[in-house]
């Protein structure tokens, strides 16, 4: 095959993206996105810069306009978390294939859309949980398949991080480079505010997924591959909103537990301060009826029952085999390391945890149903109501 042309989102993460994927060999970023004009002009110079031909990608302002250019053969989708599922969706629809951020849904139902969606329209759908394609976490859980540690029951996951308030927003006209109507596309709108942009929507429940979505997804990605687990029975949140007197919608601080028959899951996080000396200084700990391995960044620890440590490994730990493992299999030459089915299920896991917060108790789960039981308060949060007329639909 030569050379792929992509699209990608012009942003923060999206003009990542777009850098790691113009260094790949045979790789074509043809445009970039983004509705606020400012991004655009910054990742069309920082890719430019890239590129061997000097020439920067077009700039675009609405990603729909890309999905009618029939040479462009995958859409990179990273954008705010309510976007994930529609536009995924819609670019499968236009016979792309897909690199989709995480978390990959705002909410259960338009996770469960998007697998469909890949399914039906034959798409490769690959999940920003990058952590799949690490080579020393590709090998750590061979070794927990394996049985290095014995039966795997229990996987702990810790996030802390320094966040400042968000203060109180001021109703004010959106900065004449936005789109503001396009940037809230399916979700119901709201008149713009000084402290929406362009990181904090991720506290806001119109757009965002807490935490729990925005790091979360990584650690228990992690935790719920190692532990070989897909659904759970129990979810359990545990925290709440406890810093800061400010608009944040979110929690800043929690526990929260999967219950899987005979095996938990369980991440505890902070996000208005840093991790203390004292506290755990890894991700994901595994603990097994033999021994405890321990996960940090892109390196492994296996530890036998009196913390003596018996093994170890490490390895690259960049976007970039993960962006390729995409690529590749496109080309026919691999399969997917976080197909979406696989990122479905941890997205689903922090909609869970998500629910059980806003309801304010345990929520129970059929596997086997894929559905909330005995509470229909909770059930409704399944979905969410979208502005008329931006349905995502299969």
Not at 27 to 37: I, L, N
Not at 63 to 70: G, N
Request: charged share 25%.
């Amino acid at each position: 095959m030569g050379t792929s042309r992509y699209a990608t989102g012009g942003d923060g993460r999206g003009s990542h993206l777009a850098k790691t994927l113009a260094k790949l060999p045979n790789v074509e970023v043809a445009y970039v996105c983004d509705v606020d004009q400012r991004h655009i002009a910054y990742a069309r110079e920082e890719v430019g810069k890239i590129v061997k031909s000097g020439t920067p990608p077009k700039g675009v302002g609405d990603f729909r306009r890309i999905l009618d250019d029939k040479d462009v053969d995958a859409l990179v989708v990273a954008t705010p978390d309510h976007w994930h599922a529609p536009a995924a969706i819609l670019g499968c629809a236009a016979g792309k294939h897909v690199y989709v951020e995480k978390p990959c849904c705002h909410n259960a139902h338009e996770g469960e859309m998007l697998v469909a969606a890949a399914k039906k329209l034959d798409r490769h759908v690959q999940h920003g949980t990058q952590r799949r394609t690490w080579p020393a976490m590709r090998e750590a859980v061979e070794r927990l398949r394996a049985g290095d540690i014995g039966r795997v029951i229990h996987a702990r996951c810790f996030y802390y991080s320094n966040r400042a308030t968000i203060g109180t927003g001021k109703l004010m006209p959106a900065p004449a480079e936005l789109d503001w109507p396009l940037w809230q596309g399916p979700a119901p709108r709201r008149e713009f505010k000084d402290n929406y942009l362009h990181y904090t929507w991720h506290w806001f429940w119109n757009w965002g997924t807490g935490e729990l979505g925005n790091n979360g997804v990584h650690f228990i990605d992690q935790a719920r591959w190692g532990l070989g687990v897909e659904y759970p029975t129990r979810i359990a949140f545990t925290g709440g909103k406890f810093r800061y007197q400010d608009d944040q919608e979110t929690p800043d601080m929690g526990d929260v537990s999967f219950e899987f028959g005979d095996k938990l899951l369980t991440w505890e996080y902070r996000s208005w301060s840093a991790k203390a000396p004292m506290e755990p200084d890894y991700d994901v700990l595994f603990a097994g009826e033999k021994g405890f391995m321990a996960l940090r960044g892109g390196s492994y620890s296996i530890h036998d029952l009196k913390g003596k440590k018996i093994a170890d490994g490490t390895g690259e730990s960049s976007d970039s085999n993960h962006l390729n493992n995409f690529i590749q299999t496109i080309r026919g030459d691999a399969k997917l390391h976080a197909p979406i089915d696989e990122g479905y299920k941890s997205a689903l896991l922090c909609n869970l945890g998500n629910v059980s917060y806003r309801v304010g108790r345990v929520v129970n789960f059929d596997p086997n149903a894929r559905r909330i039981t005995g509470d229909n308060e909770a059930a409704a949060l399944w979905q969410r109501q979208y502005e008329p007329g931006w349905e995502p639909k299969v």
